[in-house]
């Protein structure tokens, strides 16, 4: 254990990096210290996250459906099969492009509207701001279950809310009109009701980095006659880089692995499966049609793509002088 | 939230601390959580202008109730009573309000067994996973060793993990650990405890590495003067200490798990009475009629505890640690 560790150790050493609560390692026995205490995480992430991973990359190169699961026929190695099957398939590439439509509809809507709100938010009363924040921490609180029965309520064909208002607005063809039926307008709802849960981060995190910019520099900017528009692009945008980078990352994170509002808003993927994204396709390809090879692989591509995306977000970070 | 605070983001949840965390000042965390309560601190005294902007107040109040009503409307749904809203009753406000709805999903359907699984099984996750984080964080962050910055990276990338492509893997891991120790296979909620573990652990090391790095090194050095051994300090000081900054953690650890719908729906596939919140909502639609009055009061049921978990940190997030250690 010795060898292992560079750190000067002795009294008050001068650390290398000025790190705060980094603390010199004392002699002898207490080198094992982290390690103990890094234990009870440790074995629960090697075992349910780093073995599963491992698990789902040797899953995808087999043929495995229930028939081997129950033990019932060999298993049979297929090499990439899987991949050249999904790859030439031309239902993956549709659910491939709905899954970054949708969320980069996702992402751009959530962080404009955060954004705006966040601005608009230090041009209010305190009050006003109260509620505002209020009614956004709501919206964030809600769980997406609930969330998107509420959303599919509103927009149900004949007992919904927004159906009845537009026929007594004199839209009659609204009547009994389904917002689910068709693809993209079933898709538009589901983003609307992941943007209603999602803004909340946005405003509130953007909202903080707003307030963290020198008031004199906004003040020295309307003296000297900027606009509101101005002030925003040559002051904030560059001021609020570092926070806009990992809002918009995150928001890609999540907004590409969406779940639970998809699969109970279109009812498991759409009629005929138009609706399908990455994730819910992955989950019926293993659990409704018990292909657990195929659907083993769409989770390896989703989690390379998702790899890729973090490898940019540490770059970025890296860049803008976070240090770990 | 996503899923999500989420959470989740929940999944929309997970997130907020994000914006603390790089910063490693609990202090960061709290400004907003602060603004939200009215803004006693700098944000309130900063903004001056008071009804300079009719526009924009007016706008903002606009966008509030939008945002807003989508709740009320659920809380409304679940009052109205079912034979109205199966008459398509649809007004903005009715005094016309029961409880039957609340009395239907409570009684025919055992809600009230589905919301105790949820909570033994969000409870456990918290306890446990803020144990193991806090320790995690606690190696990480007050001890020097040669991979510690490799760890980080790796609990930095672990969040990135898309949890979701991992159900066809967990899922036979569970078949196999349910063989040999029932407790923990499908069907069990164990299974669900030991999944969202695995998955609150790294934002939670994440999140307070900064709150633990934060306790002053003098503090524990007289500790070591005044004879207290090493894992002493940290359960009887440190824990103490970032007890602010593990009630904030553990808000999305709780959502995360609470809101969890794929995972639930994959293990929990025949033992009914096992079942959380979520699949017991969903069961509530039919193809022919969906039964509104009791999906949303199921959702109202299930949406308060996330509302009283988000109120009660936003006060510790308040208090914050910085007095803490100062005094």
Redesign the interface.
């Known amino acids: 254990m010795t060898s292992?560790?560079?750190?000067p150790p002795g009294p008050g050493a001068t650390?290398a990096r000025p790190?705060?609560?980094?603390?010199?390692?004392r002699t002898g026995t207490?080198?094992l210290?982290?390690?103990?205490?890094?234990l009870?995480?440790?074995a629960?992430?090697i075992?349910?996250?780093g073995?599963?991973?491992y698990?789902?990359v040797v899953?995808s190169f087999y043929d495995y459906r229930q028939a081997n699961?129950t033990g019932g026929a060999p298993l049979e190695f297929l090499g990439l099969g899987n991949y050249t099957q999904l790859l030439g398939d031309q239902k993956f590439w549709t659910v491939l492009l709905n899954t970054t439509v949708f969320a980069a509809g996702c992402v751009v809507a959530t962080l404009a509207l955060g954004s705006a709100?966040a601005v608009?938010?230090?041009?209010?009363?305190?009050?006003?701001?109260?509620?505002?924040?209020?009614?956004?921490?709501?919206?964030?609180?809600?769980?997406?279950?609930?969330?998107s029965?509420?959303?599919l309520?509103?927009f149900?064909p004949?007992?919904?809310?927004v159906n009845?208002?537009l026929v007594n607005v004199g839209l009659s063809g609204f009547a009994g009109h389904s917002w689910t039926a068709e693809k993209w307008p079933a898709f538009a709802l589901v983003g609307a009701e992941?943007v209603?849960?999602?803004f909340p981060?946005v405003l509130?995190?953007v909202?903080?980095?707003i307030?963290a910019i020198p008031?004199e520099l906004l003040e020295a900017a309307r003296l000297d006659g900027a606009s509101m528009p101005r002030i925003a692009r040559s002051i904030m945008v560059p001021m609020l880089r570092p926070?806009i980078i990992?809002?918009t990352i995150?928001s890609i994170?999540?907004?590409?692995?969406?779940?639970?509002?998809i699969?109970?808003m279109t009812?498991g993927g759409g009629i005929g499966g138009q609706n399908l994204v990455l994730?819910v396709y992955?989950?019926q390809q293993?659990?409704a049609s018990n292909l657990?090879g195929l659907?083993?692989a769409?989770?390896?591509v989703?989690?390379l793509l998702?790899?890729a995306?973090?490898l940019v977000?540490?770059r970025l970070?890296r860049r803008s002088g976070?240090v770990? | 939230?996503?899923?999500?605070?989420?959470?989740?983001?929940?999944?929309?949840g997970a997130?907020?601390g994000?914006?603390a965390a790089?910063s490693?000042t609990p202090a960061?965390g709290a400004?907003?959580a602060s603004?939200?309560?009215?803004?006693p601190g700098?944000?309130?005294a900063?903004?001056r202008?008071?009804?300079k902007?009719p526009g924009?107040?007016a706008?903002?109040?606009l966008?509030?109730?939008v945002?807003?009503f989508?709740?009320y409307?659920?809380v409304l749904?679940a009052l109205r009573p079912r034979a109205a809203?199966?008459a398509?009753d649809?007004a903005l406000f009715t005094t016309d309000l029961t409880l039957d709805s609340f009395v239907r999903v409570l009684t025919v359907n055992d809600f009230g067994r589905f919301f105790l699984n949820s909570l033994v099984v969000a409870v456990a996750v918290v306890v446990l996973s803020t144990?193991?984080?806090f320790?995690?964080s606690?190696?990480?962050?007050?001890?020097?060793?040669?991979s510690r910055?490799t760890?980080?990276?790796i609990v930095?990338?672990?969040q990135?993990?898309?949890i979701?492509?991992?159900?066809?893997?967990?899922?036979?891991?569970f078949r196999n650990m349910g063989a040999n120790v029932p407790a923990i296979g499908l069907n069990q909620l164990g299974s669900l405890v030991?999944?969202h573990?695995?998955?609150s652990?790294?934002f939670a090391?994440w999140m307070l590495r900064g709150f633990?790095?934060?306790?002053p090194?003098e503090l524990?050095e007289a500790a070591r003067i005044d004879g207290a051994k090493?894992f002493r300090f940290?359960r009887s000081i440190l824990f103490p200490l970032v007890f602010p900054g593990v009630v904030a953690v553990s808000v999305f650890s709780f959502?995360s798990t609470?809101?969890d719908?794929?995972f639930a729906k994959?293990f929990i596939i025949s033992a009914q009475e096992n079942q959380t919140?979520?699949l017991a909502?969903?069961t509530f639609?039919k193809d022919d009629q969906?039964d509104?009055g009791a999906?949303?009061a199921?959702?109202?049921i299930?949406?308060v505890p996330?509302?009283i978990?988000?109120v009660l940190v936003q006060r510790h997030l308040v208090s914050g640690l910085a007095g803490a250690v100062k005094g």
């Open positions: 292992l560790t560079t750190a650390p790190r705060r609560g980094a603390r010199r390692s207490s080198r210290e982290p390690w103990v205490y890094l009870p995480a440790a629960i992430l075992g349910l996250l073995y599963p991973l698990q789902l899953t699961v709100l608009l938010a230090t041009r209010v009363n305190r009050w006003v701001r109260s509620v505002l924040f209020l009614a956004a921490l709501g919206a964030w609180a809600t769980p997406a279950m609930t969330g029965a509420v959303w309520f509103l149900d004949t007992l919904g809310l009845k208002t992941v209603w849960c999602s981060f509130v995190t909202y903080a980095g307030l008031s926070i990992i809002v995150q994170i999540w907004d590409f692995k969406v779940f639970t509002q699969y109970v009812n994730n992955s989950y293993a659990f657990y659907g083993s769409i989770g390896v989703m989690t998702l790899l995306i973090t977000y540490l970070l976070e770990l | 939230m996503s899923t999500s605070v989420t959470a989740g983001m929940p999944d929309a997130p907020a994000r914006s790089p490693a960061a400004t907003p603004t939200v309560r009215g803004g700098a944000g309130g900063r903004r202008r008071a009804w902007n924009s107040n706008a903002a109040l966008v509030a109730v945002v807003a989508p709740l409307w659920m749904s809203i199966e398509g649809a144990i193991c984080a320790l995690a606690v190696a990480l962050t007050r001890y020097r060793f040669r910055t760890l980080l990276v930095l990338i672990a990135m993990v898309p979701e492509a991992l159900t066809i893997p967990l899922f036979f891991l030991l999944v573990l695995a998955f652990i790294p090391v633990v790095a934060a306790v090194v524990e090493s940290v959502i609470w809101n719908f794929l994959t919140l979520p909502i969903l639609f969906n509104w999906i949303m199921g959702s109202v299930m949406t996330v509302l978990f988000f």
